[in-house]
């Protein structure tokens, strides 16, 4: 347990509905990340959070996905309109104030998303 | 663009020593990263180099060349629980992760 925490850890949804995904990062980490991975291929970087503020998104994230981290600690990501290309592990990450190297990203377990 | 180029699979005697090279082209380099991931698992810390040089950390060493664009990451002693996918991945600016696409680790008895 790296203390990290997603939810739910598998969903299933039909083509069109929306899906919303939580991230508890560790407490004092203000650096969140969301990533995206399919089978057989390395995590694809989605979005990025500094405390409360979005501070950097992937092109792979279309305006059908939007992320929130309202206080600063827990983090949303919702896509809307699901479609079947949107099926894949999404994997949040987090890390404390960065000094040095030494850069290590916790993440979580994950949420399998299966659009059906 | 962006890449990251890692061989698919590797396979090795347990108890042996195995290689796992990674290059890159990445625009924005801050570091080269190795994380270790079990099937269905989260992808867990293992290493990072953010200068030239061989860090060692027990039986995980890893090496990085920026001149040559190259890492790679040795695995002493091989234990049959070290079969996972491990990938390499460039930091950037944010300290967000660039990621290779894995390298698969079949360790024999």
Redesign the interface.
Known sequence: D?GVSQDPRHKITKRGQNVTFRCDPISEHN?L?W?RQTL??????LT?F?NEAQ??KSRLLSDRFSAERPKGSFSTLEIQRTEQGDSAMY?CAS?SQ?G???????????TRLTVV | GQSLEQPSEVTAVEGAIVQINCTYQTSGFYGLSWYQQHDGGAPTFLSYNGLDGLEETGRFSSFLSRSDSYGYLLLQELQMKDSASYFCAVRGRNYQLIWGAGTKLIIKP
Not at chain 1, 40 to 45: C, H, K, R, S
Not at chain 1, 100 to 110: I, R, V
């Open positions: 790296t650096r990340y990533y057989g291929q390395g995590p694809e970087f990025y500094q501070l950097e994997l890390i960065a040095t190297g030494g850069t290590e990203a916790f993440f979580g377990q994950g």
